[in-house]
């Protein structure tokens, strides 16, 4: 079996006892992506010759008797939001073409730190906002499993290429379900840890009181491993929280005595029949596992989390996408005659559409007389999420619901940005409740399409979540485990 | 629902720095009312006795030690400026602008 | 009918607190003087991906102040982005506390015009992130002639404490007397060195005139006011000029004015954006803050002595007049300076007066602050209790004292410098000096011995060189005593 196709554990395993070299592996991936790429685009930079001479450095150590560390020797593919010292990080932007930044974020020390060989930067919609890829400034990404449709988004790179084979882990992030949603697109394991678990340091803010980064992988053993190494305080990080890793360990009776919470009244109708079919045969599944079938009800969260999330995320959006302005990184329009025409063409010429449309909502919703009427209005519905949720959670250990109302759609499906959001009503409440939650998947449809399920769970829970969905996706586990797509 | 008129959309691109050509206002304007009619939504909520800046769900703030730091790559962080003048970054003209 | 007016003061003061590190960064907050952009990292440059950090240290001393203006200090605060658009703003908004201040409602109290104590309300104190600074490309260094400006980051986020100031004060006076008591306060704390000149103070004044016949002119902005003269200087001439235009039945323009030392008028400004809307809103990056009760009562019981206390309590202590206290408590450092030469057995009066009058002196031509004292209060109060003994004379003293601070030697050295005698000159050493004297003006003495010594000019002349010799340390009728003895034995 060619080597791209191992999942990490397989490689830090064969890596250590000499069964083949980090080399061996990475060559094995790079070549996968030439292979593949000019179909899939889900690359923005791939790091050859660096990824090369580092894994010659892994090779060294182990061979001095060293251990370079829990994901020795594994290629992880990085989403381009995330700070790379010494690769571009561009944000899938314009106005961040070939800025390369001056640190590395935390989660990428701590991967380069675990042994992890980093070999490129994935697509994803242009500063993380979207659901589909489709709004990269350089080019769509491609659905592995069928080329004509999205890989979902924002973290559309990262899902395609771990589901095609370029590496068995990425990193994505997640701000309204951009890891879950594209995981369960591209028939992978996602996840959104809970606010806080892991550190935001150098993830180019898009949303800073949503944004987490998350993994994504094809094996529940290689998701414990990155979410280990992950997660984790970060003095650097003001919001992250300084608590002990949670012992991310196998446990197969999870379920047994668990209450799991579902929303079939909610969701009636709003499901794509192939989803709908999938959702119940989940249900079924936990029965068999063990664990006692709750309907809850979350009406406030899916009623009015998009509404919500809308006014919330854009304002920081527009605040953090401010500094943007051609005068310390990135693009600078040329000819500016003042600073205030730099500033105006810079960000006109740099930013794509989506980007601009949230922008301006964001600074509409933030200006003076509006913000009683709309960002106070909104952070106040959070809060009623928020408890919404907590409620919920004394009933029930941890909620199942899809992560999309479909499986990937075609490109260009979408008619209209508010259609894109509408898609993406089981995801965002999670966010806005600051909560982890894992996409899993369940098999595929009639098409060859991956269909997904998620699992939410209570703040802090992310271990116990990440179990039940490596227990109930144990069986599709296989088919995409070797290396995903043929 | 107040629906914004072009000219107020000119006025938010301002405020934003964005400069918004003839050909985007259009569709801006139609997304932006679009998306304004979807918040009154939320208007059926009753909210008068939610204070959202309760703090149960969460750690209060860390402090950091008054001690420096050094960093120790200023180089790369003027390098990768557009207009990096030795030791300092350029800018074009301030003000003046009608 | 003859109107009057009242003028309407309130102040906004950006103290720099002296951390040793900005706000949200390790920086170190030493920029003056140094190399452009190198006290910078990701933070503070505004990084894409770059979060804040708060320092500790920041919250003292924003603590510190807020008590010390008799404010109460709110357990429960956050931060807020203020979003605007400035080439010395790195993130395109400043990190502050707009909603909830770390403190409000307190007061600072005045000397006002009156002479009575005057309570100037306190609005709120609360903390936020210095900008970077802007080196203008024209010639004379300023916006208006320049095409271009740069940018240098190090000051970018310095931690700054923002004092607002209730309209309570009624004159330029009385707003100088604001300022140099907030300065005054701060250097007490150790929290600043509120100075204005090199930028750690930094006042914006709001000025209105209230009319007799009911009208209320427009609030002015007043900015660019770089001293405490220039604040008054500007304030005067505002005044003047508000109060001429509404006697001319003319409105006041709301608006943002600088102060023109070199003319001597205000102007105008440029405003730096169009508009003013700051879109506040929660900052993201930063949970509250969240002080406890233990922690507030240990900065009380913390807290220095502050000058108002300090002052009662030298009045009462040493027997100072008013005056004279005001002085050495200037600063805490001449009062530390001034209670180490009480200490050192000195007397407090005596010790008071050679402060104020001579070491203050010498401070200001060696141009010096007490910090690098040109006497160590030992010596000074040594030399002190040799005049207070009768050991040596006042002016002994005084020529001692110089030779000390020039020539910065001990005391020992200086006396025999200056070839004081210690103690009374009397018996035989004024008799040695006597003998002395008259073998160096023999003729002198023939002509008295002679009895040509019409009206004594003569033996006054010699009594005069005595004394010289004596520095002093001999008694007129003592002296006057020996030379008779001297002439009467030869």
Sequence with gaps: MELYRLSASEIVNGVKTGAFTCTDVVKSCLGRIKEKEGDIHAMLYVAEDAAIKRAAEIDAEI???????????????????????????????????????????????????????????????????????????????????????????????????????????????????????????????????????????????????????????????????????????????????????????????????????????????????????????????????????????????????????????????????????????????KDAHSLLDLYVKTRAAGFGPEVKRRILTGTYVLSSGFYDAYYLTAQKVRKVIKQEFAQAFTQVDAILLPASPTPAFKLGAMSSPLEMYMADVFTIPVNLAGLPGISYNTGFNSEGLPLGMQLIGPRWSDAMLLEMAATLGKDSEGKIAEGGVR | MPRLSKEEVLKVGKLARLDIAPEELDSLSAHFNDILDYFSKLEELDLSDVDPFTMEDSQPIRLREDEVVPYDNREAILDQSPSRDGDFIRVPKIGGDK | MALEFTTVIGLEIHIQLNTKTKIFCGCSTDYIGAVPNSHVCPVCTGQPGALPVLNKKVVEYGVRGGMALHCKINKLTRFDRKNYFYADLPKAYQITEYYVPIAEGGYLTIT?????????????????????????????????????????????????????????????????????????????????????????????????????????????????????????????????????????????????????????????????????????????????????????????????????????????????????????????????????????????????????????????????????????????????????????????????????????????????????????????????????????????????RSGQDKKDKKLKFLMGLVMKESRGQAKPDEVLKALSEFFSKN
């Excluded at chain 1, 990428?108 to 919609?125: E, Q, R, S, Y």
């Excluded at chain 1, 979207?130 to 973290?155: I, K």
């Excluded at chain 3, 604001?178 to 090199?198: H, T």
């Design chain 3, 112 to 448: 006002g015009d009156d002479g009575k104590p005057h309570r100037i309300g306190i609005t709120r104190l609360h903390l936020e992130e210095d900008a970077g600074k802007l080196v203008h490309g024209a010639a004379d260094g300023r916006i208006v002639g320049s095409v271009q400006s740069f940018v240098d980051y190090n000051r970018g986020g310095v931690p700054l404490a923002e004092v607002v100031s209730e309209p309570d004060i009624t004159s330029p006076r009385e707003a100088r007397e604001y300022v140099s008591a907030m300065r005054q306060l701060v250097r007490y704390l150790g929290i600043s060195d509120g100075d204005m000149e090199k930028g750690s103070m930094r006042v914006d004044a709001n000025i209105s005139q209230k009319v007799s016949d009911g009208r209320w002119g427009n609030r002015v902005e007043v900015k660019n006011m770089n001293s405490l003269k220039a604040l008054e200087r500007a304030l005067e001439y505002e005044t003047l000029r508000q109060r001429d235009l509404l006697t001319r039945g003319e409105t006041i323009a709301q608006e943002t004015r600088n102060w023109d030392d070199a003319d001597g008028i205000t102007t105008p400004s440029r405003s730096k954006e169009e508009s003013n809307d700051y879109r506040y809103f929660p900052e993201p990056d930063l949970p509250p803050l969240l002080l406890d009760d233990e922690y507030i009562e240990h900065i009380r019981a913390t807290m220095p002595e502050l000058p108002d206390a300090k002052r009662e309590r030298f009045l009462s202590q040493y027997g100072l007049p008013y005056e004279d206290v005001l002085v050495l408590t200037e600063t805490p450092e001449l009062a530390n300076y001034y209670e180490s030469v009480v200490k050192a057995e000195c007397n407090p009066v005596r010790a008071s007066n050679w402060i104020r009058t001579d070491v203050m002196r010498v401070l200001k031509e060696q141009n010096q602050d007490i910090t690098s004292a040109p006497i160590a209060p030992d010596v000074l109060a040594q030399l002190i209790r040799l005049v207070d003994d009768k050991k040596i004379s006042t002016t002994a003293a005084k020529d001692v004292f110089e030779k000390i601070v020039q020539n910065k030697i001990t005391l020992e050295e200086a006396i025999k410098v200056c070839g004081v005698q210690i103690g009374a000159v009397e018996g035989d050493k004024l008799a040695g000096i006597i003998s002395a004297v008259a073998n160096a003006n023999q003729d002198v003495v023939e002509v008295i």
């Design chain 1, 63 to 333: 061979a001095e008797g060293r251990d370079p560390g829990p994901l020795a020797g594994v290629p992880v593919i990085v989403k381009d939001n995330i700070c790379t010292a010494d690769m571009p990080t561009t944000c899938a932007s314009r106005i961040l073409e070939d800025w390369v930044p001056p640190y590395d974020a935390t989660v990428v020390i701590a991967l380069k730190n675990a042994g992890a060989v980093i070999i490129g930067k994935a697509n994803c919609d242009e500063f993380a906002m979207g659901g589909s890829t489709e709004h990269s400034a350089y080019g769509p990404t491609m659905n592995p499993w069928d080329y004509t449709c999205v890989p979902g988004g924002s973290s559309g790179g990262s899902a395609a290429a771990v589901a095609a084979g370029y590496a068995p882990l990425a990193l994505g992030s997640d701000t309204g379900g951009s890891i879950r949603q594209p995981a369960a697109f591209c028939g992978i394991y996602g996840m959104k840890p809970t606010y806080g678990q892991v550190s935001r340091y150098g993830l180019v803010a898009f949303a800073s009181s949503l944004d987490q980064i998350g993994p994504f992988a094809r094996s529940s053993e290689d998701m414990r491993l990155i979410m280990s190494v992950l997660c984790g305080f970060d003095p650097h990080d003001s919001t992250s929280e300084n608590r002990t890793v949670p012992n991310f360990c196998k446990n197969d009776s999870v379920l047994k005595g668990k209450k799991i919470g579902v929303l079939t009244k909610l969701v009636e109708g709003k499901l794509s029949p192939d989803l709908q079919a999938s959702m119940d045969a989940q249900i079924d599944n936990c029965r068999k596992l063990g664990a006692e079938i709750v309907e809850v009800s979350l009406p406030k969260a899916l009623e009015y989390g998009m509404a919500c999330y809308y006014i919330l995320a854009p304002a920081e959006a527009s605040s953090n996408l401010a500094r943007y302005d051609g005068v310390r990184y990135g693009m600078a329009y």
